[in-house]
């Protein structure tokens, strides 16, 4: 049997490939054949009536022209009536068409003939079909003929074949042959958006592979001196799109050409493209970009998309519009999402609708619904609720639900079956609960063991175990490490370690010299600097530091603002300092208010000092009472001073 080359090759040109391209058809994704793809058609143009095209066929193919009877036929099978195109493309294939053979083949697989579609396949492709090469390739590989699918894939992709190019690299890709790329980028160089969705991926991995570092768990603050089990945080709803790429600010050459091919394939309307692209510019903080390609995304159907889309809007302040999203995301099933809606409404105090979308999380198979549904009654406390919830989100892997199990259990006195738990929760990532081992081993005096949990924790950025660290290390002397972890502490927002570090570099601090007239001030050192830090977030004994080197500098506002600050906190040191301050300031009275406050709450010195002041005032036995006050309170010396005056006022009173 002769093939011809004529005209009717049109229908296995570049054109189909082109068309095929533009329409964007995924045929994996969207489930249609590969082999009803491989249908060779004659590109018409538009101005053409399709009526007029088949009666013009029609009349040509009935006085025998070949290329009308492949081409009538083709137009009639994609028009599905097989009856009707049989006949021509059997004409057109006895006469040696080999477009008309594949496109036989096409209509015998849609009739169930597999074998019998795969030999008309088989001749069409020895004579040079790609369409047909594809349509044999996969052929055998869905009946598990692996070299023999390679074989006409690699014939069809060799072509051009951009159908053939995606197949062949799907089959190199489930083999892990390094040759998959090549072909994944020959389809998506041809307009095939699957392959430049995976192309973007293996690229994208590949540059995480290469630039990612230890991830960073984010850390609960402390109040400043506490050592409090860290209970459990807000309800974990995660983000809308999880995206693996390299850290902010280092970009590879991979990660922008994976951007790129993801930009091309959601172009084309690729969904899951689209999602990608959008997560990557998200965390680029490209958020208006973002948005646009989440929105492209959910309308075509992606939950994802949609449940990112809401918090996208929700950080942007429209709650309502987000809540749309996270609707229409959790009615799709994604649990994420429904998470968000309960968080939302527990945010608003609509328990029982929280708690219905919390459920709705866990039958979507979203193990934070569980650990969601145990803050909810921990909240309400419901504690035997909370437990069970727990206990199951924890058997299911959750680590944070398994740290919570484990306060839970601490809180009611069962250390030991809450320290397994959060061992599994801290071998698993959880910081929260490496931090909680330390603090329960150090509740049973095991330092050694505790400090090893708060040096796992400080590593990964606990803001708590890095003062705990710092704590010892400065109890052991080792003040490099001490004034490290501190540092991390600090910067982190412990207003205990900016104080302890602050401590550290004002014991290395110089003795100031005599005061110079007509020197200027003196700038604020790094330590003053922490200081203020600590002060500014209410830790009393940095208030009272800062004032007093604020005074030591002349600068008595700053220190009379920071002074008050610390003693209408409670601070009896800043209560006593004020007092001195007002004093040399000619405000006796007010001093003495704020030395009487301090003398309540156990400031010696400040009890002597009203005693001196109601000695002067003639009161000597109000000065009797302050003396006795302060021999109680003492230190030492101020018992010593106290006892004298008390005794001169005695003899006074006894004259």
């Not at 799907?170 to 020959?186: I, T």
């Amino acid at each position: 049997m002769v093939f011809m080359g004529d005209r009717a090759t049109l229908l296995e040109t570049g054109r189909f490939v082109q068309r095929h391209a533009r329409n964007a058809a995924d045929e994996i994704i969207e489930a249609v054949g590969a082999v009803d793809a491989a249908v060779d058609t004659t590109a018409e143009t538009d101005a053409e009536n399709e009526t007029e095209t088949e009666a013009r066929h029609r009349r040509a193919a009935e006085r025998g022209d070949l290329a009308s009877m492949s081409a009538l036929g083709a137009l009639l099978l994609r028009r599905g009536d097989l009856d009707g195109a049989e006949p021509f493309l059997r004409g057109a294939t006895a006469e040696g068409d080999r477009a008309a053979a594949n496109n036989l083949g096409v209509l015998l697989h849609q009739r169930g003939y597999a074998e019998e579609a795969a030999g008309w396949w088989r001749v069409a492709a020895v004579a040079g079909s790609a369409p047909a090469a594809h349509a044999l390739g996969r052929h055998h590989r869905e009946r598990g003929d692996e070299p023999a699918a390679e074989y006409w894939l690699r014939q069809a992709a060799e072509q051009g074949h951009a159908l053939g190019a995606y197949a062949l690299a799907d089959l190199l890709e489930h083999r892990s042959d390094v040759g998959a790329e090549r072909w994944l980028r020959a389809a998506a160089e041809q307009g095939h958006r699957e392959a430049a969705y995976r192309l973007a991926l293996a690229l994208e991995r590949r540059a995480t592979e290469t630039t990612r570092g230890p991830h960073e768990t984010g850390t609960r603050l402390r109040v400043p001196g506490t050592r409090a089990v860290v209970a459990p945080g807000g309800a974990a709803t995660g983000t809308g799109a999880a995206v693996a790429g390299p850290p902010a600010g280092e970009v590879t050459g991979e990660a922008t050409e994976a951007e790129q091919w993801f930009r091309q394939a959601a172009a084309r309307g690729h969904r899951r493209a689209a999602l990608h692209l959008g997560a990557i510019l998200e965390h680029r903080g490209e958020l208006k970009e973002a948005g646009r390609w989440y929105l492209s995304s959910a309308k075509e159907g992606e939950a994802k998309a949609a449940c990112a889309l809401g918090f996208l809007l929700r950080d942007a302040g429209d709650e309502e519009s987000a809540a749309v999203w996270w609707l229409r995301a959790a009615q799709d099933g994604d649990g994420n999402a429904a998470n968000a809606l309960g968080a939302l409404h527990a945010a608003r105090g609509e328990q029982q609708t929280a708690e219905r979308w919390y459920r709705a999380a866990m039958d979507a198979g979203d193990v934070n619904g569980a650990y969601n549904l145990g803050l909810l009654c921990a909240a309400q406390d419901r504690i035997p609720q909370a437990e069970q919830w727990y206990r199951r989100a924890a058997y299911a892997g959750h680590r944070e639900a398994a740290n919570a199990l484990a306060v839970l259990l601490l809180q009611a006195g069962d250390a030991n079956g809450a320290e397994p738990w959060f061992s599994k929760a801290a071998e698993a990532g959880s910081v929260d609960a490496a931090f909680n081992l330390g603090i329960l081993h150090a509740g049973r005096d095991d330092d050694r063991t505790a400090l090893v949990w708060y040096e796992r924790a400080a590593a990964a950025g606990h803001t708590e175990a890095a003062l705990q660290v710092g704590i010892a290390a400065l109890r052991d002397g080792d003040e490099r490490t001490a004034e490290r972890h501190l540092r991390c502490a600090a910067g982190g927002g412990s207003a205990e370690a900016a104080f302890r570090l602050a401590s550290v570099l004002d014991a290395r601090r110089p003795e100031p010299g005599p005061a110079v007239l007509g020197a200027p001030r003196e700038e604020k050192s790094e330590c003053e600097e922490w200081y203020e830090r600590a002060a500014q977030q209410g830790h009393r004994r940095a208030q009272v530091r800062v004032g007093m080197l604020a005074a030591g500098r002349g600068d008595l506002a700053e220190a009379d603002r920071w002074y008050r600050e610390a003693a209408e906190a409670g601070s009896r040191n800043g209560a006593f300092n004020l007092g001195l301050l007002l004093a040399r300031e000619g405000s006796e009275r007010e001093a003495a208010l704020w030395w009487t406050r301090a003398a309540r709450a156990g400031h010696g010195r400040a009890a002597l000092r009203l005693a001196l002041l109601a000695a002067r005032r003639g009161e000597l036995t109000e000065g009797r009472r302050w003396c006795d006050r302060a021999v109680e309170l003492g230190p030492a010396e101020v018992a010593e001073r106290a006892a004298r005056l008390s005794e001169a006022l005695h003899q006074e009173l006894t004259a």
